[in-house]
């Protein structure tokens, strides 16, 4: 694995981080931490999306990058937020990292 895919993998899981800064944004006593950590995590995912763009294509870098934030989130939700469990919400959970595994294998890096 290259460097870039390293800093994509880093920028996808720090891209977790700011839906949950914005969740516990929503409580008075941790609001402005939540706030802070988000804008955070934004800052720090995109610059490394952007080193990870110097060499993977940008349509795969956004697809991984997404991808990993979105089932991310999905899944601290379901572990800390009580969110919703359904058979469909997982299927939907897999299409996504099924669709980021086809990219990662045909983008030739």
């Known amino acids: 694995m290259t460097l870039n895919w390293i800093y994509l993998i880093t920028a996808g899981l720090l891209e977790i981080g ?6 516990l944004a929503q409580t008075g006593s941790v609001r402005w931490p939540g706030i802070t950590m988000a804008i955070v995590c934004m800052a720090m995912s995109g610059f ?3 080193l990870a763009q110097k060499s993977i294509p940008m349509g795969t870098a956004y697809a991984v990058w997404t991808g990993i934030g979105a089932v991310g989130a999905f899944i601290v939700g379901i572990l800390f937020y009580g969110d919703p469990t ?8 897999m299409l996504i990292i099924s669709g980021v595994v086809v990219l990662k294998i045909s ?3």
């Not at 700011?18 to 969740?23: E, R, S, T």
């Open 107 to 109: 983008s030739g890096h």
């Open 48 to 50: 490394c999306l952007y």
């Open 18 to 23: 700011w839906p949950i800064g914005l969740k």
């Open 86 to 93: 359904t058979f469909s919400r997982w299927l939907g959970a």
